[in-house]
């Protein structure tokens, strides 16, 4: 595609259900990262996909909150048992090459999740 | 790990005069300094990056100076215009390891052009 793709763009939940935000990176990136964005506060990193190789979980504030990247491709963020302090946007970045280069990261326009 | 500050979280200044965002970083290690802009309900979109081995970087009206002794670094715009008015992020990054390219993000400052 065009550019970073994000799904739902707005997503309303009770507390503690579950909640699924999904990625579609730039084609060809290698690349894929997911971070938090709280009202007044800068991007917390989440969580790192490079390529083939183990994910960087360092960033994931909890065991409620977990990723996958099926095929190199397409990630979903899942969070568990939403509680209301995960209300935030999550944003997702790719880029081409990742980790060890410095390079521009291209990002969705956001999951704005609302936990009631 | 890296700790990142960006000061001020508020400015405000008339169209037409320079702004000036500072930040500051706690690992020497750092060596790539990218500052994002996010326009109100958009995307953040990288606008400009230095490397350690510059000191200074420009893009029209867009500057970036790094100062490595003292780890801190500054984004300065001049002749404001409306259309700068965002949040902007500034970001350290060490490019010898760590997750997600080492990138670490100041909290943001966000801009108000005056008409």
């Known amino acids: 595609g065009a550019g970073v793709s994000q799904s739902p763009s707005n997503k309303v939940t009770e507390k503690g259900k579950d909640v699924e935000l999904r990625c579609d990176p730039i084609?060809?990136?290698?690349?894929l990262y997911w971070y938090r964005q709280s009202l007044g506060q800068g991007l917390e990193f989440l969580i790192y996909f490079q390529g083939n190789s183990a994910p960087d979980k360092s960033g994931l504030p909890s065991d409620r909150f977990s990723a996958e990247r099926t095929g190199g491709s397409v990630s979903t963020l899942t969070i568990q048992r939403t509680q209301q302090e995960d209300s935030a946007v999550y944003l997702c970045?790719?880029?081409?090459?990742?980790?060890?280069?410095?390079?521009?990261?291209?990002f969705g326009s956001g999951t704005q999740l609302s936990v009631l | 790990g890296e700790n990142v500050e960006q000061h001020p979280s508020t400015l405000s200044v008339q169209e037409g005069d320079s702004a000036v965002i500072k930040c500051t970083y706690s690992d020497s290690a750092s060596n790539y300094f990218p500052w994002y802009k996010q326009e109100l309900g958009k995307r953040p979109q990288l606008i400009i990056d230095i490397r350690s081995n510059v000191g200074e970087k420009k893009d029209q009206r867009i500057a970036v100076t790094l100062n490595k002794t003292a780890k801190h670094f500054s984004l300065h715009i001049t002749e404001t215009q409306p259309e700068d008015s965002a949040v902007y992020f500034c970001?350290?990054?060490?490019?010898?390891?760590?997750?997600?390219?080492?990138?670490?993000f100041g909290k943001g400052t966000h801009l108000i052009i005056q008409p």
């Open positions: 970045a790719s880029s081409l090459m990742g980790q060890g280069v410095g390079e521009k990261l291209f």
């Open positions: 970001a350290a990054s060490s490019t010898s390891g760590g997750g997600a390219d080492g990138l670490t």
């Open positions: 084609s060809g990136h290698t690349a």
